[in-house]
Nanobody, 116 residues
Framework: QVQLAESGGDLVQPGGSLRLSCAAS????????MSWYRQAPGKEREFVAQ???????NYADSVKGRFTISRDNAKNTAYLQMNSLKPEDTAAYYC??????????WGQGTQVTVSS
């Protein structure tokens, strides 16, 4: 069955960096559109970044220039490198796999807390 397992969340000081990982199984990873979303307490889940199977990437304006999404098809893993973290980046971060033909799967999330 499809599984997405996020890891890498932690408590970090403002200005710090983290790298999130999303290990995928149960589907052809190289053909999927991989995305990261986040949800802060009391707020709706919001888009952060996506990477298409062919490699093009898109980012939310709030993270452009600070976050980088990537994928390693040989390892069935997607990554989110987060630099220059701000307190407003505090949220649970979720990995999402989807296909143009339909179908969406979510991971369980990993918590990122940015605080001094």
């Amino acid at each position: 069955q499809v599984q997405l397992a996020e890891s890498g969340g932690d408590l970090v000081q403002p200005g710090g960096s983290l790298r999130l990982s999303c290990a995928a199984s149960g589907f052809t990873f190289s053909r999927s559109l991989m995305s990261w979303y986040r949800q802060a307490p009391g707020k709706e889940r919001e888009f952060v970044a996506q990477i298409l199977p062919s490699g093009p990437k898109n980012y939310a304006d709030s993270v452009k220039g600070r976050f980088t999404i990537s994928r390693d098809n040989a390892k069935n893993t997607a990554y989110l490198q987060m630099n220059s973290l701000k307190p407003e980046d505090t949220a649970a971060y979720y990995c999402r796999a989807s296909w143009i033909s339909g179908g969406v799967y979510w991971g369980q999330g990993t918590q990122v807390t940015v605080s001094s």
